[in-house]
């Protein structure tokens, strides 16, 4: 993988691409992801440890990342099949019994604590143009306001 440098944040690991005119190369360089990638990046970007595909689709995520050939209920299935792939997380499939319809869930990877686990992580993680840094903050995005809630709906009971 020629061209990444490692850098290190926050006793954690990202990967930055280098950058064009040879500035620090611990800043952070990416270029946006194209095509399915960018649907990879908007679906791993989601906020939270689960991830629901319907969620997504209500938000208009897989219209506006549609191409001429695929788009719709083809496009959210290409993505369950090949989101495994990058090896960031499961996508889980159900099927609602009344009318047969399919459910998709990707439930992200828990972020590795050891540092050489880190690394290959924050390296999968670029294949997408998501640091590391970015994806713990949103890993754990959910997690706090479902606290949140939870205490707050622990006092009104009382």
Do not use: W
């Not at 991830?51 to 209500?58: A, G, K």
């Not at 506006?64 to 990058?86: C, Y």
């Not at 540092?115 to 706090?144: D, H």
């Amino acid at each position: 993988m020629e061209g990444l440098h490692l850098g290190t944040l926050n006793d954690k690991v990202h990967i930055t691409n280098p950058a064009p005119n040879g500035s620090d190369i611990n800043e952070e360089h990416t270029s946006p992801p194209t095509g399915i990638n960018g649907l990879f990046k908007a679906v791993i970007s989601s906020p939270g440890p689960i991830v629901s595909f319907s969620r997504l689709n209500s938000k208009g995520v897989f219209r506006r990342h549609a191409t001429d050939d695929i788009s719709g209920k083809h496009l959210m299935q290409q993505v369950a099949d090949q989101l495994p792939e990058l090896e960031l997380g499961n996508v889980e499939q159900f099927t609602i019994p009344g009318n047969k319809s399919q459910v998709f869930f990707f439930k992200k990877q828990e972020p590795p604590q050891e540092q050489s686990q880190s690394i290959q992580f924050a390296r999968k993680l670029a294949t997408v143009g998501i640091s590391l840094p970015t994806y713990l903050t949103l890993y754990t995005k959910e997690n706090e306001e479902r606290m949140k809630r939870k205490g707050t709906y622990g006092q009104r009971i009382q």
